[in-house]
């Protein structure tokens, strides 16, 4: 069960570099999400899609660009990298956006991580 | 003000002892609350959800303090496995978009 595969795991840019962390799952969830974690920072959402073919900021989009390409894959763009971007980048997906009815279960799944590098 | 608060640790506990685990919420409208482990350079998994009326899982209970908006963790005969980041993870919102907020984790070392 691949559950949610992200690539490349790690990577180290040069200021103004630009890449794309790529993001798939094969649940058929209809949500997905770009966090970024930090020390001491916690988990914090770049980027979320509710369903295909929508898109939406999270807390802190700045600097980044999303695409949600198709049910299975999103994917998260850094245009012009800069050493604040320096994080741990953690796709997820979901059944469906967080509903608080009974029954939700809130559960994320993660993808494994994305260690990036920005000097 | 944090919106979730967790003590970091972290909690260096002997094989066997019960430990117990506390994270603050600031917004009283928050709805759902979960715990989420975390390994070592690793993707968070979901361990439980917290109900209202408190909820247990074999070695892990969990429980809700709405009147003094807190959640509790509590790991009975802990195990070296049971090391690992620990996420509280709190719900919040309504309509299309919920607000998920994550602690920053409590860290758990269970030693020998």
């Known amino acids: 069960n691949a559950g949610v595969t992200q690539t490349p795991k790690f990577q180290v840019l040069k200021t103004g570099q630009s890449m794309t962390l790529q993001c798939a799952q094969d649940?058929?969830?209809?949500?997905m999400y770009w966090y970024r974690q930090d020390p001491g920072m916690g988990l914090r959402l770049i980027y979320y899609?509710?369903?295909?073919?929508?898109?939406d900021k999270g807390e802190v989009p700045n600097g980044y660009n999303v695409s949600r390409l198709n049910k299975r894959e999103f994917s998260l763009r850094l245009e012009s990298a800069a050493p604040s971007q320096t994080s741990v980048y953690f796709c997820?997906?979901?059944?469906?956006?967080?509903?608080?009815?009974?029954?939700?279960?809130?559960?994320?799944?993660f993808g494994e991580g994305s260690r990036l590098t920005v000097l | 003000r944090k919106e979730v608060e967790q003590d970091p640790g972290p909690f260096n506990v002997p094989e066997g002892a019960t430990v117990a685990f506390n994270c603050t919420y600031s917004?009283?409208?928050?709805?759902?609350f979960f715990w989420y482990r975390q390994d070592c350079r690793k993707e968070p998994k979901l361990l439980m959800s917290v109900y209202s009326s408190g909820n247990e899982d074999g070695r892990f209970t969990a429980q809700l303090n709405r009147a003094s908006q807190y959640i509790s963790l509590l790991i009975r005969d802990s195990k070296l496995s049971d090391s690992a980041t620990y996420l509280c993870?709190?719900?919040?919102?309504?309509?299309?978009?919920?607000?998920?907020?994550f602690g920053t984790g409590t860290k758990l070392q269970v030693i020998p």
């Open positions: 997820a997906s979901s059944e469906r956006l967080h509903l608080t009815r009974q029954g939700a279960t809130g559960e994320l799944f």
């Open positions: 993870v709190v719900i919040r919102g309504s309509g299309g978009y919920q607000k998920v907020t």
């Open positions: 917004n009283s409208a928050s709805q759902s």
């Open positions: 649940m058929n969830h209809n949500s």
């Open positions: 899609s509710a369903s295909e073919g929508t898109t």
